[in-house]
């Protein structure tokens, strides 16, 4: 089991948590500096909060793009996006105009509140999620138990229905977690989620 992780060094945020979950659990992290360093990763997390064009602005221009092409689909390394790290897996999105990752068919809508409909947007806080396919990280028990904490405003829509592993409802379903060979990503915070995120982490440290 490779339980060495690392982690891109960008302005993200939520890096520490992620850092702290997975040193509870047993695994080591290293924070990449420099794309560089990152290239002999064995398995990757991508964390991340904020504006999608932000994120993707500073990963073009500092150069991990490349190498995180290279590592993911080229040698199937293993990764988890975890929220707008998930989202930079995509194709694009409504919020701003840079194109995504493209790793996974599909792009990214803000919700909407209708008067039938009203939801508060930001989604944010705890919620339960349903499993349509069972993938290798997402935690194998009671699914009324599965519920993890969620901080967005836009979700993913996915282009390839065999991609959702997971959804949430928030005024209607949305996507919580996908899947795509050796791509993981969830919109929610596991490092955020208790027990339900320590299962998980600790899943992702197995595959």
Not at 16 to 27: A, E, K, P
Not at 29 to 44: F, M, N, Q, R
Not at 122 to 133: D, E, F, L, R
Not at 160 to 178: K, R
Request: hydrophobic content about 45%.
């Amino acid at each position: 089991m490779e339980t060495i992780v690392h982690i891109p060094n960008l302005s993200l945020g939520n890096t520490l948590s992620v850092v702290n979950m997975i040193n509870r659990l047993g695994g080591e992290v290293i924070i990449a500096a420099t794309p560089d360093e990152l290239s002999s990763a064995k398995k990757i997390i991508l964390p991340g909060v904020g504006a999608f064009d932000v994120g993707m602005r500073e990963l073009k221009d500092l150069g991990w793009i490349d190498v995180l092409n290279k590592l993911v689909l080229e040698q199937n390394v293993p990764i988890l996006g975890i929220c707008l790290g998930m989202q930079f897996f995509f194709e694009d999105s409504e919020e701003g105009v840079l194109p995504g990752l493209g790793w996974i068919p599909g792009r990214l809508k803000r919700f909407v509140s209708t008067e039938e409909n009203p939801i508060k947007i930001p989604h944010m806080g705890w919620n339960a999620i349903h499993v349509h396919q069972p993938d290798s990280i997402i935690p194998v028990m009671n699914e009324e138990e599965l519920r993890y904490y969620f901080v967005h405003s836009y979700h993913a829509i996915c282009g390839d229905i065999n991609d959702l592993v997971a959804t949430a409802h928030h005024g209607y379903d949305v996507t919580a977690a996908v899947q795509r060979n050796n791509i993981y990503g969830v919109q929610f915070h596991p490092e955020k989620s208790h027990s339900f995120g320590m299962a998980l982490l600790k899943n992702f440290l197995s595959v």
